[in-house]
């Protein structure tokens, strides 16, 4: 694979878990995470300890990533994406930008941005012992919306740190599968932690979609 920028956006119980795996394969991460952390978070969120309380997760991220992967290039911001910030965030051009918030604005703002930018997009969450990880990309699948569309429960109850790390997990495998090449787009993976039993579902582009409806063609990429 040759070197990767991954934009990483949420640092919490899936980004705990998906940044170390990221930092392991990548050349270049960027962490944003506009939380800092609370003492609630350490029995999930592995990647803190009881030092880091009130420090902004994504400074603490890379710091640790910083001294387990020396030779990667990792750079944070303690903010909260959205439609207004994301030009800046994409102006260095990542290959590839994850999705490990927990709230559905944000989800739909980093979706939007990445279709306008065509850049791969996986997108992961979590309710309860239910997970959900797609690997999604402008011309080949639907968007964020038409995935999930309004009423995802992504975010709502409270996950065990075992669901958030096998998530968070499959979200980093499914990214570096999709760097490699060897991911289809439009794959949509939901993952029962009472039964560890999965479902596979596709993702298709609503041709009313306003962000991916009118280049759900092949031929429109770049
Ligand atoms: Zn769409």
């Known amino acids: 694979m040759p070197p990767q920028h991954i934009l990483v956006i949420g640092a919490g119980g899936l980004g705990s878990a998906a940044l170390p795996l990221l930092a392991a394969a ?20 592995l990647l803190y300890n009881e030092d880091d309380l009130a420090r902004p997760k994504a400074e603490v991220a890379a710091e640790r990533l910083r001294r387990q992967f020396p030779n990667l290039a990792v750079r944070w911001r303690a903010e909260k994406f959205s439609a207004e910030n994301a030009a800046a965030f994409f102006s260095e051009r990542p290959d590839l930008v994850m999705d490990l918030c927990d709230n559905e604005t944000t989800r739909i703002a980093v979706s939007d941005a990445a279709f306008a930018r065509d850049t791969a997009l996986v997108t992961a969450g979590l309710a309860g012992m239910h997970g959900q990880i797609a690997y999604l990309r402008r011309g080949d699948s639907g968007c964020y919306r038409c995935a999930f569309g309004a009423g995802d429960k992504s975010g709502e109850g409270t996950a065990s740190a075992a669901m958030a790390t096998m998530t968070g997990s499959m979200a980093a495998l499914v990214a570096l599968r999709a760097l490699a090449g060897n991911e289809t787009a439009g794959r949509v993976v939901l993952v029962d932690g009472e039964t560890l039993a999965t479902e596979e579902l596709r993702a298709r582009a609503d041709p009313k979609c306003a962000v991916c409806g009118h280049t759900s063609q092949k031929g429109n990429r770049k």
Request: a neutral charge; proline letters at 0%.
């Open 26 to 45: 990548a050349a270049r991460l960027t962490v944003i995470d506009h939380d800092k952390v609370e003492l609630s978070n350490l029995s999930r969120q």
